[in-house]
């Protein structure tokens, strides 16, 4: 699938699966994770790492096998991610399930239609390689995240009561699946 784009009032928005990163990608990519991370959506970051940190980070993303990467661009600007993450091939009986992780969209180009683009193409190419289910869990205070997999479909199958800390306090978190299979 090439980059999909399109322009409108909210600018000029692109969705794209990465392999390799060019240009300023993985600088713009760890800004807007460093944005996400100060506003208190960073996927798991509570403070910001240094930036060595966070540019091992994204480049192991494109080293591991199991797992792939869609972006967000606006007007050219990495400006969010998601990730598809597999089962090790070990797992043979898991093989047919993916994991939707790291969500993210850095908060000055929120409410674009950026998050929900990159959820929709990484579900294409989970279904490409031919996934028949996605899971995905997320702290239950991420409201956005939560109306944006509810309006794509992604059912709440159950709640952990200890799932996460921050600063201090123990947050519930919720936990998704959406059958994109034909089994
Ligand atoms: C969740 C997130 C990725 C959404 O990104 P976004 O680009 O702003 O989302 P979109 O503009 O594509 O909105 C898609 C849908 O999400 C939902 N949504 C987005 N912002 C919302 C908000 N503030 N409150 C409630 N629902 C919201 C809506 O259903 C929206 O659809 P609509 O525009 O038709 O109403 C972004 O808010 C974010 O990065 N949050 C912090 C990190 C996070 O929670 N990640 C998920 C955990 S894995």
Known sequence: ?????????????TVERLTQYSGTDLDDLCEATESA?????GFGWL?????Q???NYW???LLVPERRLVVGRLDGVVAGSVQLSRAPRNNEAQAFAGTVTGAFVAPWARGRGIGRGIVSALEILAVELGLVVLNLDLRATQRAAIGLYE???YQRWGTHPFYSQVEGDIVPGHYYYKHIGPK
């Open 1 to 13: 699938m090439a980059a999909v784009t399109t322009t409108g009032p909210a600018g000029r928005i």
């Open 37 to 41: 991370i100060v506003e208190g959506g």
């Open 47 to 51: 403070k910001v790492p240094a930036r």
């Open 53 to 55: 940190v966070l540019e």
């Open 59 to 61: 480049k192991g993303v």
């Open 151 to 153: 309006s794509l479909g």
